[in-house]
């Protein structure tokens, strides 16, 4: 079965400090890895995907994630974190035509 | 292009009841997905549609079923409510499901009295 870690239930963080968000998955042979984003009341913004090719995946807003495979992680990053990005971020698997699985979110809290 | 829409945006229910939630995926995309999301088991899959055929099923009860019509539009029902199905109900559509990632509409917040 597919499994998704999100290493951190929450990360305070100060404004313009980077970050780091830390995701785990399972290993399959042809894996689909995604990082959503989640504002209060709304539903989920696709952040960044990756589907194969260069393992450092840039996304929206600044972000970025690197595939690694021997390690099975798939950890999300801001060199810069604003005040807007205060938000809960999920990293999402899909192994072929399996149903998308979701990590457990990671409360990003960016204070002044 | 218009994202995906989810329509009622609220709701709120007696128990035993049943209740319906619809969702107009992307203009093009063929795979409809539903999740339910509670503070306590976080993002749970409920079911996968593509071309009108169920192509995944979460680990739900009967009593939680969907549907997808010929314009890719989707349904989800979920009969005799508990206070348990309290929860935000999302839909998220994709070009074909294998791979492609799924854009998600707002959501449904379904309240169980």
């Known amino acids: 079965a597919q499994s998704v870690t999100q290493l951190d239930s929450q990360v305070p963080v100060f404004e313009e400090a980077p970050v780091e968000l830390r995701c785990n998955y399972s290993?399959?042979?042809?894996?689909?890895l995604f990082w959503y984003v989640q504002y209060p009341n709304q539903g989920l913004q696709l952040l960044l995907k990756?589907?194969?090719?260069?393992?450092l995946v840039k996304g929206i807003n600044g972000f970025e994630a690197e595939f690694n495979k021997s390690q099975t992680s798939f950890h999300l990053r801001k060199p810069s974190v604003h005040i807007s990005d205060t938000a809960e971020y999920f990293c999402?698997?899909?192994?072929?035509?399996?149903?998308?699985?979701f990590g457990s979110g990671t409360r990003l809290q960016v204070q002044p | 292009k218009a994202g995906v829409t989810q329509t009622p945006r609220y709701l709120i229910k007696t128990r035993g009841q049943q209740v319906t939630l619809s969702c107009s995926p992307i203009?093009?995309?063929?795979?409809v997905s539903w999740y339910q999301q509670t503070p306590g088991q976080g993002l749970q899959f409920l079911f996968e549609?593509?071309?009108?055929?169920?192509?995944n099923k979460g680990n739900f009860p009967g009593r939680f079923s969907g549907r997808q019509f010929s314009n890719s539009r989707s349904e989800m029902n979920v009969s005799t409510l508990e206070l348990g199905d309290s929860a935000l109900y999302l839909c998220?559509?994709?070009?074909?499901?294998?791979?492609?990632?799924?854009?998600f509409g707002p959501g449904t917040r379904l309240t169980v009295t």
């Open positions: 999402a698997q899909r192994a072929g035509r399996r149903a998308l699985t």
């Open positions: 549609y593509f071309s009108e055929t169920q192509r």
């Open positions: 290993s399959s042979v042809s894996v689909y």
């Open positions: 203009s093009g995309h063929r795979s």
């Open positions: 998220a559509s994709s070009l074909s499901g294998q791979g492609y990632e799924q854009y």
């Open positions: 990756y589907l194969s090719g260069s393992t």
